[in-house]
């Protein structure tokens, strides 16, 4: 069975960083492609990053470029998301999703057959 164990959540103040990590259960690990995924209260999950398998695109929603960068250590079955200059418009609860059945392509997120359970990210100062 795939599981996904999402890390390093937490309250910052606005204009901090964190990194996030989603650890993967299954291999080989770069077959997976790795979606990052953010909702906050009372709205829609939201799609913000990607790598697809093989790293051969990289995604990521307008709102978040520049400022977040996606990652993979295969060695670790671990992805990354690295958020810089937080916002509390940030704040939300993220979630990362695997899929191996597309290849070279971001699932949507409708598509995406394995997610981890969340991690709480708060911008407060």
């Known amino acids: 069975q795939v599981q996904l164990v999402e890390s390093g959540g937490g309250l910052v103040q606005p204009g901090g960083s964190l990194r996030l990590s989603c650890e993967l259960s299954?291999?080989?690990?770069?077959?997976?492609?790795i979606g990052w995924f953010r909702q906050a209260p009372g709205k829609e999950r939201e799609g913000i990053s990607c790598i697809s398998n093989k790293d051969e695109i990289i995604y990521y929603t307008d709102s978040v470029k520049g400022r977040f960068t996606i990652s993979r250590d295969n060695a670790k079955s671990t992805a990354y998301l690295q958020i810089n200059s937080l916002k509390p418009d940030d704040t939300a609860v993220y979630y990362c999703?695997?899929?191996?059945?597309?290849?070279?392509?971001?699932?949507?997120?409708?598509?995406?057959?394995?997610w981890g359970q969340g991690t709480q990210v708060t911008v407060s100062a």
């Open positions: 999703a695997a899929d191996h059945r597309r290849v070279g392509t971001c699932p949507a997120r409708d598509d995406f057959a394995w």
């Open positions: 299954a291999s080989p690990f770069d077959f997976y492609a």
